[in-house]
């Protein structure tokens, strides 16, 4: 059976099955190309005349897998082949930890700019890193910069680890185990990012299967959504240098956020390739933050 027709009916087949899109692809189509490219060990960018080439039986036989397992079990692509891409970087990730997805990327891609001046950036700490996607990514922006990974899940160092080593970082980006900023000291940073868990309770039970797949420690954060947010808010100032920048992604929390810390003065950042719900405070709106509310406490 010719590669060609082999995406076409899987294609069909996801379409009917009615799956949710949205850890890493947002449609059949891509997903069936995954599957097929993974399955036949395809090249990634494949020409022509190798669509037309035909795919032996055992190629179908990984292929027919594959699809039951994304259609029975709702099991997201890239659990499937365990590849992603971010910022352009090829990533290793598997049920430990949170697909890959963040708009993050493109600012990491565009070295924080206009915020920070890139040739200033010396340390940089990636809070509840999963798989170290925007740790590497920091890395290969600020090549003179030293990355500190951090996760309170030895399961997701593993993986951050594995693709350190994969990207040949080891000596610049480290995986901590560390409960928010617990193992720092008095570590200081010029800029902090995190993707933390910001999915509250009643939204968890709602989401689609796809999303059980994935590590509830990386997704759930209290019953309001905000556990995670709080403690960085709290404690992020003492670990940025002056001028410093903390940019966190707090996905479609972003409305609770706004109205749970109406007085920081957040700014929100717009995505060129989409995404949003990240916002960006400097180290000195922290500090100003933090003493007005203590002269409102008397």
Do not use: K
């Amino acid at each position: 059976m010719p590669v060609a027709t082999l995406l076409r009916r899987a294609t069909r087949a996801l379409q009917r099955a009615r799956l949710h899109y949205g850890h890493g692809t947002d449609n059949a189509r891509d997903d069936a190309a995954a599957l097929v490219w993974h399955a036949l060990r395809l090249p990634d960018r494949p020409g022509a005349a190798r669509l037309r080439r035909g795919a032996s039986s055992g190629q179908q036989a990984r292929l027919r897998a594959l699809l039951e397992r994304r259609i029975v079990g709702r099991v997201p692509v890239v659990y499937l082949t365990h590849r992603c891409w971010f910022a352009g970087m090829e990533m290793y990730v598997d049920e430990r930890v949170l697909i890959p997805r963040s708009p993050l990327a493109e600012l990491i891609e565009r070295g924080f700019a206009p915020w920070i001046a890139a040739a200033r950036v010396r340390r940089v700490a990636d809070l509840g890193t999963g798989s170290g996607c925007l740790a590497i990514a920091c890395a290969r922006a600020f090549p003179r910069a030293r990355v500190d990974a951090l996760d309170i899940s030895a399961d997701a160092l593993a993986v951050a680890r594995l693709n350190i080593r994969r990207h040949r970082l080891a000596r610049r980006v480290r995986a901590l185990e560390s409960d928010h900023f617990s193992a720092l000291g008095r570590e200081a940073y010029d800029i902090i990012v995190s993707n933390p868990p910001y999915v509250g309770r009643a939204e968890l039970a709602a989401l689609p299967p796809e999303y059980r797949h994935e590590p509830a420690l990386a997704l759930a954060a209290g019953r309001d959504g905000l556990d995670s947010v709080r403690a960085i808010l709290r404690d992020a100032v003492r670990f940025l240098r002056p001028g410093g920048i903390l940019v966190v992604e707090v996905g479609n929390s972003e409305a609770l956020v706004r109205r749970r810390f109406a007085r920081l003065p957040f700014t929100w950042l717009d995505f060129t390739r989409g995404g949003g719900g990240v916002f960006l405070l400097t180290r000195e709106q922290l500090v100003a933050a933090q003493r007005s509310a203590q002269r409102a406490r008397g």
